[in-house]
């Protein structure tokens, strides 16, 4: 079994899209939540967004089950005040549950969190969260470290005022959560090939600087893109970590912290699997997602993961397996009723 932790539902049609940008609209010029209920879309609707993309590109590639969450790009938390954007996160999360109930051998859910920019994650957070893994059966959540859309102007992920209460809200619950960032509002930095990169490498930093997991030491994390820059200077970072005494960073990090496999190119994979112990990498493509071309030189997409996996003479056959799927099964604790119906 292949299950690819992490997927986004970026074909939704595109009444979703619109209503966000007249939310967003609404709140610059007025500074409050939108008094409009979100469009209602039909069964048919999903279905065919699913069908017709999602559920085809995993089908022709292999993958059986996709960890589904709402378009990382469009949680926009550097707009709009806590009404609107607990509105647009409950939308988006009940649109990907309906598209997991109606797929269910093949999706299951993670949530986005109603954060604000500038608000640090208090009651409205945590009910939609716990709405989510308790009400509608989702298996993980997905957590900004930047809702200022790539200025960074919350505290760092080790704040304990800031971060601890959802941390703690997260270890209850028994959840692993996904780092991911939103769209960028600077324009130095792209969001998908710059600000995705940025925000995964700023929290394993971040992690590895702080006693965050020694104050959670059963909280999980998901590195999203292979772990940012991290797998490729490993030497940079465990020589600093050396150097402020924090000691070896796979005893220090690799019992909380895993990374995906979402590196669009075969030495990037080999690389990352030669670095990162593959009982850390989940396998993953993020497909429909950042990446849509096709490799002129394989004629495959760049976003095909599985092939670079199969390719790779990096780790054993065992390995593979454990990347595939044993590695998800032992993190989200919820998957395996989805597992039983695949």
């Given at each position: 079994m292949i299950i690819d932790c992490h997927g986004h539902f970026t074909t939704t049609p595109p009444e979703v899209m619109a209503y966000r940008a007249r939310q967003v609209a609404y709140f610059q010029t007025t500074g409050q939540c939108l008094p409009e209920d979100?469009?209602?879309?039909?069964?048919?609707?999903?279905?065919?967004?699913?069908?017709?993309?999602?559920?085809?590109?995993?089908?022709?590639?292999?993958?059986?089950?996709?960890?589904?969450?709402?378009?990382?790009?469009?949680?926009?938390?550097?707009?709009?005040?806590?009404?609107?954007?607990?509105?647009?996160a409950e939308y988006c999360n009940?649109?990907?549950?309906?598209?997991?109930?109606?797929?269910?051998?093949?999706?299951?859910?993670?949530?986005?969190?109603?954060?604000?920019?500038?608000?640090?994650?208090?009651?409205?957070?945590f009910r939609e969260l716990q709405r989510c893994i308790q009400e509608l059966?989702?298996?993980?959540?997905?957590?900004?470290?930047?809702?200022?859309?790539?200025?960074?102007?919350?505290?760092?992920?080790?704040?304990?005022?800031?971060?601890?209460?959802?941390?703690?809200?997260?270890?209850?619950?028994?959840?692993?959560?996904?780092?991911?960032?939103?769209?960028?509002?600077?324009?130095?930095?792209?969001?998908?090939?710059?600000?995705?990169?940025?925000?995964?490498?700023?929290?394993?930093?971040?992690?590895?600087?702080?006693?965050?997991?020694?104050?959670?030491?059963?909280?999980?994390?998901?590195?999203?893109?292979?772990?940012?820059?991290?797998?490729?200077?490993?030497g940079r970072y465990q020589g600093m970590a050396i150097d402020m005494g924090l000691g070896d960073l796979t005893t220090r990090m690799f019992k909380n912290l895993y990374f995906d496999t979402c590196v669009y190119h075969q030495p990037g994979i080999d690389l990352l699997l030669k670095v990162i112990p593959s009982d850390n990498v989940l396998f993953a493509s993020e497909t429909i997602g950042a990446v849509r071309a096709v490799d002129p030189q394989t004629g495959r997409h760049f976003d095909d993961t599985h092939e670079y996996i199969k390719a790779t003479q990096v780790v054993s056959d065992a390995d593979k397996e454990k990347i595939y799927q044993h590695n998800a099964l032992g993190l989200y604790k919820r998957l395996g009723q989805h597992v039983r119906k695949a």
């Amino acid at each position: 079994m292949i299950i690819d932790c992490h997927g986004h539902f970026t074909t939704t049609p595109p009444e979703v899209m619109a209503y966000r940008a007249r939310q967003v609209a609404y709140f610059q010029t007025t500074g409050q939540c939108l008094p409009e209920d979100p469009p209602e879309i039909s069964d048919a609707q999903i279905h065919a967004a699913i069908s017709e993309n999602q559920l085809q590109v995993m089908q022709a590639r292999g993958i059986d089950l996709t960890l589904f969450s709402p378009r990382a790009i469009g949680m926009d938390h550097q707009f709009g005040d806590e009404a609107t954007n607990v509105r647009w996160a409950e939308y988006c999360n009940n649109l990907v549950d309906r598209a997991c109930k109606m797929f269910p051998q093949h999706l299951a859910g993670v949530c986005q969190l109603p954060q604000v920019s500038g608000q640090k994650p208090g009651a409205a957070v945590f009910r939609e969260l716990q709405r989510c893994i308790q009400e509608l059966g989702f298996v993980g959540a997905n957590l900004n470290p930047d809702p200022s859309g790539g200025h960074w102007s919350d505290p760092p992920l080790w704040d304990k005022d800031w971060w601890y209460p959802l941390y703690d809200q997260l270890v209850a619950l028994d959840v692993p959560v996904m780092i991911h960032v939103s769209g960028s509002c600077n324009p130095h930095f792209n969001a998908v090939a710059t600000h995705y990169i940025n925000g995964d490498t700023t929290a394993f930093v971040q992690f590895m600087m702080s006693d965050l997991f020694k104050d959670h030491p059963t909280l999980k994390f998901i590195i999203p893109h292979g772990g940012g820059a991290a797998p490729y200077h490993w030497g940079r970072y465990q020589g600093m970590a050396i150097d402020m005494g924090l000691g070896d960073l796979t005893t220090r990090m690799f019992k909380n912290l895993y990374f995906d496999t979402c590196v669009y190119h075969q030495p990037g994979i080999d690389l990352l699997l030669k670095v990162i112990p593959s009982d850390n990498v989940l396998f993953a493509s993020e497909t429909i997602g950042a990446v849509r071309a096709v490799d002129p030189q394989t004629g495959r997409h760049f976003d095909d993961t599985h092939e670079y996996i199969k390719a790779t003479q990096v780790v054993s056959d065992a390995d593979k397996e454990k990347i595939y799927q044993h590695n998800a099964l032992g993190l989200y604790k919820r998957l395996g009723q989805h597992v039983r119906k695949a």
